[in-house]
């Protein structure tokens, strides 16, 4: 919240990404939430995390719910609060089509020039280890002969 209080012109959007309840930090979320709405900051919120995955142990296989920590309902609240939206992902398609309902809510111009430096440096490692090779053979050669 702070730091897009700082930036003038700046979208107002924050996209939280989460597996499961808040474990760190030292602002609850729900109070996190109400400073964001008075900074009119609109936070959309993901729950990640499959409902059900079966996994192998020594024993045999065991079903376990890896979203089980996963707070929905505080997620819900947050995203109501700000105006956003809050979204389930069970797996990467799931969040695939999230991410393509979020480029139509919230469109961003975006720059498609890309810059990929053209000189190549690899001459300079190889040119090292070719004359660390090269000194350590001429070295053997010359403790054969003396």
């Known amino acids: 919240v702070k730091r897009i209080r700082q930036r003038e012109n700046a979208n ?11 474990s760190a930090g030292e602002v ?10 008075r900074e009119e900051l609109k936070i959309y919120t993901i729950g990640v995390g499959a409902d059900e995955m ?3 142990f020594f024993f045999g296989t065991r079903k376990i719910n890896p979203s089980a920590d996963l707070d929905e309902e505080a997620l819900q609240n ?5 105006g956003g939206q809050y979204f389930r992902a069970r797996d990467t398609q799931e969040l695939d089509k999230i991410y393509a309902i979020l480029d139509e809510l ?36 010359f403790r054969r002969v003396s």
């Not at 720059?111 to 070295?139: C, E, G, N, Q």
């Open 78 to 82: 947050i995203a109501d609060m700000t």
């Open 106 to 141: 919230e469109p961003v111009e975006r720059d498609v020039r890309r810059f990929r430096p053209r000189k190549s440096l690899y001459y300079w490692p190889l040119s090292a280890a070719l004359a660390i090779t090269s000194f350590i053979m001429l070295a053997s050669i």
């Open 12 to 22: 107002k959007v924050l996209i939280q990404l989460t597996d499961g309840a808040n």
């Open 28 to 37: 609850e979320p729900i109070e996190a939430a109400r400073l964001a709405a």
């Open 54 to 56: 079966v996994v192998d």
